[in-house]
């Protein structure tokens, strides 16, 4: 079984006031750690700058840009009780978001069979318009939407363009609906009545989605559970 780890310096550049719990220290005892013999057949890499095309998978627009606008030059500002950013948030928390959707692109791909993704700020409490624990993007909740077996081909990679398209269907989505599920498509009415030959047509299709499903059930752990 092969697992791939992905990380990158960027991470450490995410400062919080002295002795927050969400601190690069953190990192830096994961770096450590991994570093041991033991761990010698882990497949690593660095994780690549995210695009806002996945970032709206989760999180609207004027709150994107309004972090954006917020994001320091020098020192450090609060946006909540006890989440602050500092200069290098901004690539910290891009590189969270473009290790996540790597991490599961390889393992949905089948070159790695799972993935750890060594990033901060972690990426789990955000809410779709503000930070929250710590986080400012929820990186877990965006490669479940990036990564909907339901919508993807079973044999070809989404591409970027598809994967902007979906970014567009996901917000006009959340607006009518409101906030409410994972979108879900139609199934055929001769499916529902349970028609032998429907359900043996796609039968293979379904197994095959839901066995790369299984593969790809995507966590983030924060201070709260390290």
Same mark, same amino acid.
Request: hydrophobic share 25%; charged share 40%.
């Given at each position: 079984m092969t697992t791939l780890v992905l990380t990158h310096p960027a991470c450490l550049d995410h400062l919080t006031p002295p002795g927050h719990p969400e601190r690069p220290d953190r990192l830096r005892a994961i770096d450590q750690v991994l570093a041991e013999d033991r761990f010698d057949r882990l497949v690593r890499g660095e994780a690549p700058e995210g695009t806002l095309d996945s970032v709206t998978l989760c999180h609207n627009e004027h709150y994107i840009s309004e972090l954006r606008h917020i994001a320091p030059t020098r020192g450090l500002i609060h946006v909540d009780a006890d989440t602050s950013m500092s200069p290098g948030t901004w690539e910290a928390a891009m590189r969270g978001v473009g290790g996540a959707v790597a991490a599961t692109d390889a393992v949905m791909a089948g070159t790695q069979n799972n993935a750890f993704v060594a990033v901060r700020p972690p990426g789990h409490h955000a809410e779709t318009n503000k930070p929250m624990g710590f986080c400012f993007f929820d990186n877990a909740a965006m490669v479940r939407s990036e990564r909907d077996v339901l919508l993807d081909p079973p044999d070809a990679a989404v591409s /970027?363009? =598809? !994967?902007?398209? /979906?970014? =567009? !269907?996901a917000r006009h989505h959340r607006q009518?609906?409101?906030?409410?599920?994972?979108?879900?498509r139609?199934?055929?009415r001769r499916v529902r009545k349970r028609d032998p030959a429907a359900l043996a047509e796609i039968q293979?299709?379904?197994?095959?989605?839901?066995?790369r499903l299984r593969r790809t059930l995507p966590g983030s752990a924060g201070v709260d559970q390290s």
């Open positions: /970027r363009h =598809r !994967r902007a398209g /979906r970014a =567009r !269907r009518r609906a409101a906030g409410a599920g994972r979108r879900q139609q199934i055929p293979p299709r379904a197994d095959h989605r839901l066995g």
